[in-house]
């Protein structure tokens, strides 16, 4: 970015002596504005998918619904999926156990938005709780070689 600026710089004048590299030495800043663009627009390529594969990593790697979904039907009993206040999964027809409340044409809702958003809340709290990273973190624990180098 520092080269197109510097390449924009001498284009329009701005150094003391643009003027002449611009008459004198034609072909050299033609082909530095040309490779510095290019190496500016691939940085930007660059980040972009840099941070494209950021999100879709944590994203394939946090999937907090596939969990859920994996929970929901291979470790939960029928015991574990009873519940008074909503039934089945994302409606009543879906990996819904029959109990007095729950039936095919319940009005309970489903399971999966209330299940999602209680697991959503409770991770939040217990990594903002868990106290990893304190005022102390990488301080004070100095190996043996490096202390007796420095004491």
């Known amino acids: 970015m520092t080269g197109l600026i510097s390449c924009l710089l001498t284009w329009f004048d701005v150094f003391q002596s643009a003027d002449i590299v611009r008459v004198g030495n034609r072909t050299e800043p033609i082909i530095s504005t040309f490779a510095a663009a290019l190496a500016a627009v691939t940085s930007v390529i660059g980040w972009a998918g840099i941070l494209l594969n950021s999100l879709t990593y944590k994203e394939r790697t946090f999937n907090l619904k596939g969990k859920l979904n994996a ?6 009993d029928p015991l574990g999926r009873t519940s008074n206040i909503v039934c089945g999964y994302y409606n009543p027809f879906v990996e819904a156990t029959v109990s007095q409340t729950c039936y095919a044409r319940t009005v309970l809702p489903g399971c999966k938005e209330t299940y999602l958003g209680f697991e959503k809340r409770d991770c939040s709290c217990g990594l903002l709780c868990s106290n990893h990273v304190t005022y102390r973190f990488g301080k004070g624990m100095i190996p043996k070689a490096v202390s007796a180098q420095y004491g």
């Open 71 to 76: 929970h929901w039907s291979r470790t939960l």
